[in-house]
Every structure is written in structure tokens, then in C-alpha cells.
Nanobody
């Protein structure tokens, strides 16, 4: 069983930056991908970005492309989401997730393990 714990959320003004981190409690399986999703109140959980197990491939939602960057640290078993030029529309609960696959997946149903989420609020 893999447990994922997110950290780093908070309140930031529009145009600011935040870095979220996702720590895995146990050695993850291979191959796998790690994804980030977000959910605003009253909306469905939406894909933000994903990175593969080697860290060599990433994929981002169009809404965050060029502003958000995902990276991973194999030694620490963590995956980070660096968010720049934040907008009020980026507000929501951010979740990291892991999927037992070598393919970059964007669908919620493709992921096997989820963290508890961390709140990100961007004020105008």
C-alpha cells in the first residue's frame, strides 16, 4: 500500500508562486507515473500534470502549460509541483496521485493511489 502526502499549499496573491510537494510513504512500484490534479468547490477533479517514473517525460493541462512544472526526486521519493504566475482560477484543493503504468495518464480513473489534498488559494 502506497500512501501519498501533499504539503506546501497556502494563500498567495495573483502572480505569485507556490511549490507543492508529494511524499510517498513507501517505495513505489515500477513502472509508475505520478500525477497532480485539482478540484475547485462544486467542480470535478481535473488533471494538472503528470510525470513518469524516470522523470524524463511530463505532460501538462493546457491551462497550466508554461506556468507549472513537475519534477521528482527519486532519492527522497517525492514529486514536486512548482506553480508560477498563479491566477485566481488556480484556486482549489490539489491532489497528487500514483498510477501503475508507464503511460502518462490524464484521467482520474487511471490512478490507483491518492493523497489527502492540500488547499491552494490565489487571491485577486
Amino acid at each position: 500500500q502506497v500512501q501519498l502526502v501533499e504539503s506546501g499549499g497556502g494563500l498567495v496573491q495573483a502572480g505569485g508562486s507556490l511549490r507543492l510537494s508529494c511524499a510517498a510513504s513507501a517505495r513505489t512500484f515500477s513502472p509508475y507515473v505520478m500525477g497532480w490534479f485539482r478540484q475547485a468547490p462544486g467542480t470535478e477533479r481535473q488533471f494538472v500534470g503528470v510525470i513518469n517514473w524516470s522523470g524524463g517525460s511530463t505532460l501538462y493541462a493546457d491551462s497550466v502549460k508554461g506556468r507549472f512544472t513537475i519534477s521528482r526526486d527519486s532519492a527522497k521519493n517525492t514529486v514536486d509541483l512548482r506553480m508560477n504566475s498563479l491566477k485566481p482560477d488556480d484556486t482549489g484543493v490539489y491532489y497528487c496521485a500514483a498510477a501503475r503504468t508507464a503511460t502518462l495518464r490524464t484521467g482520474v480513473a487511471s490512478y490507483d493511489y491518492w493523497g489527502q489534498g492540500t488547499q491552494v488559494t490565489v487571491s485577486a
